[in-house]
């Protein structure tokens, strides 16, 4: 508890038994960087066992993968895609990889992409203002 109090994040309730993060994917290895970066310092926070990082295309894991090998206690997921805002994959496709894999026991929740957090977007507001040296 200690950690998230001294990075400031508000205790919330647990809405979910674990949260996959969820890139595009890419065939260039160099790519997945940031993504295998973010998942570790997130991983290293809330326990591995709390969060994991796919891919929804080109590159593994996949969504399925990662599913595949969450253990029976897990019931409820959050799919938490690291895009920037909803387009055709979004609306269509990742949609349909959850129908296909929800189950009796297992809810998934398409949650709204990152860059529609309000947080993020000042985030980006501040890296613009950094390089037009308003900071």
Same mark, same amino acid.
């Given at each position: ?5 001294? &990075?400031g ?11 996959? /993060?969820?890139?595009? *994917? ?20 809330? *326990? ?22 969450? *253990? ?7 799919? &938490? ?5 909803v ?13 296909? /894999? ?7 929740? /398409? ?5 529609d ?14 390089? /037009? *040296?308003?900071?």
């Amino acid at each position: 508890m200690g950690n998230r109090e001294t &990075l400031g994040i508000k205790m919330l309730r647990k809405e979910y038994d674990h949260i996959i /993060l969820l890139a595009h *994917g890419s065939p260039d290895p160099l790519w997945k960087q940031p993504f295998e970066s973010l998942y570790h310092q997130v991983s290293q926070t809330y *326990g591995e066992g709390n969060v994991s990082l796919a891919y929804m295309e080109l590159t593994s894991p996949s969504l399925e993968d990662v599913i595949a090998t969450l *253990g029976k206690e897990v019931r409820q997921i959050g799919v &938490l895609p690291l895009f920037l805002a909803v387009g055709r994959h979004l609306r269509q496709d990742v949609p349909e990889q959850i129908a296909a /894999l929800q189950t009796d026991g297992l809810d998934i929740k /398409l949650l709204p992409p990152i860059g529609d957090d309000e947080r993020i977007k000042q985030a980006m507001q501040a890296v613009i203002a950094n390089h /037009l *040296g308003k900071v």
